[in-house]
């Protein structure tokens, strides 16, 4: 059994509120602590490891600045999302992860308040958090919607279209385009060029 790396601000941090009452100066040692367990636990289990790691920093940064829950985070392509799940609550059984009976290895509403959507594979997210932030919009409820799409998955026709409807949620909408060089395979096509 891979010996479990030392993670001492990691596991203060049960939730994203937790995470939210450091200071901005622990949040790089936060990241590669998360990283380290990420890699500790994908070595257990399989899994996405790229993805993954090439959202720490990203992922740490999203759950400290928005107020997760309220505010809506959606990941484009579930593969992206260990640490998110991690920071989220999960982190006692995230080396069950794509084991029966184990945590996903993509978001799913029933396993968590922060999966507002389950998203598996790609070009779904801006339509997602459009949906979220137009809902919150006419209930006249506080809330942002957070879209994290890959730039494989921003070549998709959907995302366009999403995209094209946006200007609805005003400023409740905030897409993130995840250039990271971190996909499950290289990018291909003239938008990612």
Not at 6 to 13: S, Y
Request: charged letters at 20%.
């Amino acid at each position: 059994m891979m010996e479990l790396p030392a993670t001492p601000l990691l596991d203060g941090v049960g939730i994203p509120d937790d995470l939210r009452r450091l200071k901005p100066e622990q949040l790089r040692q936060l990241a590669d602590e998360l990283r380290a367990e990420v890699i500790s636990a994908v070595g257990v289990t399989g899994g996405h490891l790229g993805s993954g790691l090439g959202v720490v920093e990203l992922t740490t940064a999203l759950h400290y600045v928005f107020d997760t829950p309220r505010d809506r985070l959606i990941w484009d392509v579930g593969h992206q999302c260990y640490p998110h799940k991690i920071l989220t609550g999960r982190r006692d059984r995230i080396r069950t992860l794509r084991q029966g009976g184990g945590l996903s290895g993509f978001t799913k509403r029933s396993e968590s308040e922060y999966d507002p959507f389950g998203a598996a594979h790609s070009s779904t997210s801006i339509s997602a958090a459009l949906g979220f932030a137009i809902a919150n919009q006419l209930g006249g409820r506080p809330g942002k919607a957070i879209a994290v799409i890959g730039d494989g998955a921003m070549s998709a026709g959907m995302a366009y279209e999403a995209m094209n409807n946006a200007e609805a949620a005003g400023n409740r909408l905030v897409v993130i385009l995840n250039d990271n060089d971190m996909s499950i395979a290289p990018p291909v096509g003239g938008l990612s060029a």
